[in-house]
């Protein structure tokens, strides 16, 4: 069982916005402003799309825009592309001598 | 321009020892921490430990504590994640990561590195 959790998967269709929510507790996601979250493409090494709750790396679309409220992360596609499907992963820092916990994974499917 | 590379794919038998690696280029090795992270076939990531090059520093997850080794050569900007006696439940991909300054979070993944273990 992974230490976040997240829904297996969610599904839009193109042009639409979808919400991805990363649980965790106030050991991690809920203490600190430490959650992101990764893009990965089938066979391919992940890509870091959002850090720190809500900040986008340079050369990342402005429609993926993250949040957090409590110990729930959120990560928000808008303008759903087919590129866009993949499967998401949220991360945080955590208090425990993990230092670090990721989420179980969410597959976005763009119908 | 930032990169870390893996060394190549692995098959090895069980019982066997492996020791694969993640050189970085681009930046200052020794100025940024270098973790290691699991990915089980089908299966989710999961965090394994980090290490700074700079003075070796290392962390271990619980979970991999005493059954992998991290280490550094600040010589040669490369990282090492280490078996010394490798089980079938370790075949996985293998991703090293940089982890950004202070922050936990990791802006740049090695392509990983594929461990098959099987008699």
């Known amino acids: 069982q992974s230490a976040l959790t997240q829904p297996a998967s969610v599904s839009g269709s193109p042009g639409q916005s979808i919400t991805i929510s990363c649980t965790g507790t106030?050991?991690?996601?809920?203490?600190?402003?430490?959650v992101s979250w990764y893009q990965q493409h089938p066979g391919k090494a992940p890509k870091l799309m959002i850090y720190?709750?809500?900040n986008r790396p340079s050369g990342v679309s402005n429609r993926f825009s993250g949040s957090k409220s409590g110990n729930t992360a959120s990560l928000t596609i808008s303008g759903l592309q087919a590129e866009d499907e993949a499967d998401y992963y949220c991360?945080?820092?955590?208090?425990?001598?993990?230092?670090?916990?990721f989420g179980g994974g969410t597959k976005l499917t763009v119908l | 321009e930032v990169q870390l590379v893996q060394s190549g794919a692995e098959v090895k038998k069980p019982g066997e020892s492996l020791k694969i690696s993640c050189k970085g280029s681009?930046?200052?090795?020794?100025?940024?921490?270098i973790g290691w992270v699991r990915q089980m076939p089908g299966k989710g990531l999961e965090w394994m430990g980090i290490i700074y090059p700079g003075d070796s520093d290392t962390r271990y997850s619980p979970s991999f504590q005493g059954q992998v080794t991290i280490s550094a050569d600040k010589s040669i900007s490369t990282a090492y994640l280490q078996w010394s006696s490798l089980k079938a439940s370790d075949t996985a991909m293998y991703y090293c990561?940089?982890?950004f300054g202070s922050g936990w979070y990791f802006d740049y993944w090695g392509q990983g590195t594929l461990v098959t273990v099987s008699s």
């Open positions: 106030s050991s991690d996601v809920g203490g600190y402003n430490y």
């Open positions: 720190e709750v809500s």
């Open positions: 991360s945080s820092y955590t208090s425990s001598s993990t230092h670090v916990v």
């Open positions: 681009g930046y200052s090795f020794t100025s940024y921490w």
């Open positions: 990561v940089r982890r």
